[in-house]
């Protein structure tokens, strides 16, 4: 249905691009988003696993 509007939506020429087509700054703004959060939840999840695992060798070495 996305599709659908965006394929019928009339786009005049003298109007800017940002005005004339919103939908598809809205998916690369969308998209980027999911992106940078992915990237944020990576780096958040990588230290984590670094310390469980120094941590289940510190116990293992006591």
Known sequence: MFA???LN?????HRPLLHAAPSVWHVIVSVAGII????I???LARPDRKHDTYERE?????
Request: net charge negative; glycine share 0%.
């Open 4 to 6: 659908h509007w965006l």
């Open 9 to 13: 939506e009339p786009i005049p020429a």
């Open 36 to 39: 940078i959060v992915v990237c």
């Open 41 to 43: 939840i990576f780096l």
């Open 58 to 62: 510190d116990n293992e070495n006591i």
